[in-house]
């Protein structure tokens, strides 16, 4: 896709998008400015990003370390928000530390705390997420509560880590009752952790271009979209 089309087909989305994501915000008593939309631009090319800044949108998601570190050289804008949003294999971690605002997808105590001590050695301290698996899918990587409720807790505390929320993703389906649970489950862990005095963070990463409407009516304050935005990877 050229850039005059992603120019098009963004000039199209977003202003839909926006008006979506308002309505749902709407439904849980919150506005549109409580609600960051980042642009999933894996597997786009740099041409997407440029477009996509001029829409003032600079919360820019990436699942791959290298392409991660490529469009980063690539596009040199202060106003950017980088985001890691898919797996960190423990081997990639010297690539992101200090180069991303928020990592997304930290889904185990073991990845935690190997972040956590790297973070340390370079005098850091990284702003991070827990995956929580709240589907229970074998699938999907992430802290499946109660049976990694301790290990939920560790992690919360680690040193090199500053906790900012939860994230997670709902099993692709169209079954509204099971996506509402799935977002539902995720808000009252975070709740009851913030009740018991212990620092969850305030981010709740949940929403794709599925499903982002019933998120946000579920408590997301992050959404991230990819192919409702830019469309599918040519």
Known sequence: MSQAMYRSRIARALPNILERVQRAAEQSDRSLEDITLIAVTKSHPVSAILEVLKFEVFDL??????????????????RIRWHMIGHLQSRKIPSVLGTVDLIHSIDSLKLANRLSTKAIQVG??????????ASREATKGGFVVPDMYEDLHSALSLPGLKVAGFMTMAPLTEDVRILRNTFRTVRELQQELSDSSESAGEVLSMG????????????????????????KPV
């Open 61 to 78: 998601g990436e699942n791959r370390i290298l392409e991660l570190v490529a469009k980063q050289e690539a596009v040199t804008n202060d």
């Open 124 to 133: 850091g301290r990284e702003q991070v997420l827990l995956q929580i698996n």
């Open 208 to 231: 794709m271009s599925n499903d982002f409407e019933i998120a946000i009516e579920e408590g997301s304050t992050m959404i991230r979209l990819g192919t409702a935005l830019f469309g």
